[in-house]
């Protein structure tokens, strides 16, 4: 139990173009869900967090016009990158977690190029 | 606030060694504690959790002990395998607001070989 899928698995896209990455949770009710970027051989980047059917709370430094989170159901959400630029390529991860769960489950991650 | 602090890596071992990742947490009281394992090229899975002190969590061999004495909840594993390679990241969730995010130490990468 407790997966969670992220598609597409790898993109990559030109400079100025918009791209869309869903998280899905696929045998549970996600609550809230979670947006994380990692650099290479680093941690975890906490984006923003986003319950179903309200607005994301965005992390210090995070721009929300750039990255646009949509979590309008208990089951999905989606990180939009719009206008990429080569600095956002980057490793996208979602999570997903219960309602009064602390515990978080991970999906399998989105790798972003923008030429 | 609270925060947990990893050993640096990178961990270089041979198959069938014993290994030991450091963890240790600043908290007041006794928060859930986590690690997580990145194998390449993948998102987090969660591999062990401790929910209160003294708690032990274990998952495929590996082994964690909340110890409220020390603050700490270093990652064992008796004899390591090749397919152990990955990185690992210990874990504790932000009691200072409702949004439920874990904090995430800074990972310790470790490196198997036959």
């Known amino acids: 139990g407790a997966v969670v899928s992220q598609h597409p698995s790898r993109v990559i896209c030109k400079s100025g173009t918009s791209v869309k990455i869903e998280c899905r949770s696929l045998d549970f009710q996600a609550t809230t869900m979670f947006w994380y970027r990692q650099f290479p051989k680093q941690s975890l980047m906490l984006m923003a967090t986003?319950?179903?059917?309200?607005?994301?709370?965005?992390e210090q430094g995070v721009e929300k016009d750039k990255f646009l989170i949509n979590h309008a159901s208990l089951t999905l959400s989606t990180l939009t990158v719009t206008s990429a630029h080569p600095e956002d390529s980057s490793f996208y991860i979602c999570?997903?977690?219960?309602?009064?769960?602390?515990?978080?489950?991970f999906g399998p991650g989105t790798r972003l190029l923008v030429l | 606030g609270d925060s947990v602090t990893q050993m640096e890596g990178p961990v270089t071992l041979s198959e069938e060694a014993f290994l030991t990742i450091n963890c240790t947490y600043t908290?007041?009281?006794?928060?859930?504690l986590f690690w997580y394992v990145q194998y390449p090229g993948e998102g987090l899975q969660l591999l062990l959790k401790a929910t209160k002190a003294d708690d032990k969590g274990s998952n495929k061999g590996f082994e964690a002990t909340y110890r409220k004495e020390t603050t700490s909840f270093h990652l064992e594993k008796g004899s390591v395998q090749v397919s152990d390679s990955a990185v690992y990241f210990c874990?504790?969730?932000?009691?200072?607001?409702?949004?439920?995010?874990?904090?995430f130490g800074r990972g310790t990468q470790l490196t198997v070989w036959p």
């Open positions: 874990a504790l969730p932000d009691r200072g607001s409702t949004l439920g995010r874990l904090y």
């Open positions: 986003s319950n179903e059917g309200s607005k994301a709370t965005y």
């Open positions: 999570s997903a977690r219960l309602s009064g769960r602390e515990t978080q489950y």
């Open positions: 908290a007041t009281g006794y928060p859930s």
